[in-house]
């Protein structure tokens, strides 16, 4: 059996290596700007629906006042104000510049993942919260007489279809952010190898 010496083996992956790397990079750094692109629309997205919100609840407190106005004004505040924090926080490293090598662009997508997976919790905590001031707040509302049936009915089919839609888009996120660290892992396992 002729099996190739030790110094064939180095040549031969000397020959193909910077190649693979060169692809595997160029892929990376594809997929990170991809990723990159993508997040920052949403991040965008939520400042201008968090402003929305913000105004819309001042809006309605300047039409109705009344104390149940008011408070849930402030609940309107007070919740879009934390999760406008966290969205701040939690994307932090979105804005940074962008001329980095092959491993800084894969710790920073490798990052930008683990942001998805804490707004991916960070979504599914606030959307039980919501739902557990809206359902009660609006029941209450129906049971006495503040708010019609109908009215009540299509609060919470608009609800039932708001959660079904993040949680659709949570899942998404997830499963992409957990195949993109795959992918991550196995890249930096190939540079290794």
């Known amino acids: ?3 190739p010496s030790e110094l064939e083996i180095w040549r031969a992956a000397w020959k193909t290596s910077p190649a693979e790397r060169s692809i595997k990079s160029l892929d ?32 309605d407190l300047h039409s109705h006042h009344r104390l149940e106005v008011l408070i ?11 999760a406008t924090a966290f969205n701040i926080w939690n994307w932090r490293t979105l804005w940074k510049a962008a001329d ?5 662009y894969a710790s920073t997508f490798e990052k930008q993942c683990l942001a998805s997976l804490r707004a991916v919790w960070f979504t599914y ?18 049971w006495r007489h503040e708010l019609a049936a109908v009215p009540y009915m299509l609060s919470m089919g608009f609800l039932a279809v708001l959660s079904i839609a993040f949680i659709v888009s949570c899942r998404r996120m997830r499963s992409r952010a957990l195949l993109d660290l795959k992918q991550i892992e196995e890249f930096r396992r190939d540079l290794e190898a």
Not at 74 to 81: D, F, N, R, S
């Open 100 to 104: 980095k090598s092959v491993l800084d």
């Open 1 to 3: 059996m002729n099996t």
């Open 125 to 142: 905590s606030f959307l039980a919260v919501q739902l557990a001031i809206a359902v009660p707040w609006l029941t209450l509302d129906f």
């Open 72 to 82: 849930w004004a402030l609940v309107v505040w007070i919740t879009t104000l934390g």
């Open 28 to 59: 990376l750094h594809l997929e990170y700007r991809r990723q990159e692109r993508r997040l920052r629309i949403r991040y965008i997205f939520n400042a201008v629906f968090a402003v929305l919100l913000i105004c819309l609840a001042a809006v």
